[in-house]
Each structure stands twice: as structure tokens, then as C-alpha cells.
């Protein structure tokens, strides 16, 4: 940003440097609830959401992942989750602003 500065008829241009602190992190509505309990050898569909921002919402990155029983972590791509066997998986959601602000979602769920 650049202010003119006029002093005693002098034309003098000054540049400002603003920075602006955004705490506000962005948020994920789901359009159902997450299961606690699902079949072992099944496929668990994910529920849709929607992200809101006090910024712009294109610019928010939202990642899924799976832990599975054995301790082994996957990456979601797409909208479904294969439940390979019996145990608590644990579904977590990170997402990041475009000011790197960062909130998480969490949700445990047993196959039997």
C-alpha cells in the first residue's frame, strides 16, 4: 500500500507495509453423521460437507485419512473407505486456510 506524503509543498511517496493476522480457522459442515458402528468387509461411504472461510473458500486444502486396526494409516481419495477388518478405525480430516490456519476432525467408528 502507498500513501502520498506532502510536506512543505515536497511531494514525497512513503510505502507501508500492513500485515493482517487471521486466527480464524476454516470450518467443514457435514451433511450426516459419521457411523460408530459399521460391518467388518464392507465399504463405509463418507459423508459429504461443505467448507466455510472468512477467506476464500478455493484456497482451503481439505485432506482425509484413515487409521486402521493394525496401525497402519491410508490416505482417502474419494469418498469411500474399505473396513478390511474387525476393530476401531479412526476417520481425521485436516484442513488449512490460505493463512495456514489449521483445524481437525476426528470420528472413531468399530467394525464388527
Known amino acids: 500500500m502507498t500513501f502520498e506524503l506532502y510536506y512543505n ?3 514525497t ?10 486466527p480464524s480457522k476454516a470450518e467443514l459442515t457435514f451433511s450426516k453423521d459419521m457411523p460408530t458402528e459399521v460391518e467388518a468387509n464392507s465399504t463405509l461411504e463418507l459423508p459429504e460437507y ?3 472461510d472468512n477467506g476464500d473458500i478455493s484456497k482451503v486444502v481439505v485432506s482425509c ?3 486402521y486396526p ?4 491410508k490416505v482417502v481419495k ?3 473407505v474399505q473396513i478390511t477388518e474387525k ?5 481425521t480430516y485436516v484442513v488449512i486456510d490460505e493463512n495456514n490456519n489449521v483445524s481437525f476432525y476426528e ?3 468399530v467394525a464388527k
Open 13 to 22: 511517496s512513503v510505502t507501508y507495509v500492513i500485515n493482517v493476522f487471521d
Open 70 to 73: 493394525d496401525g497402519s494409516l
Open 65 to 67: 485419512c484413515v487409521y
Open 107 to 109: 470420528f472413531e467408528f
Open 78 to 80: 474419494g469418498n469411500k
Open 50 to 52: 461443505t467448507i466455510s
Open 87 to 91: 476393530g476401531t478405525y479412526v476417520i
Open 9 to 11: 509543498e515536497n511531494e
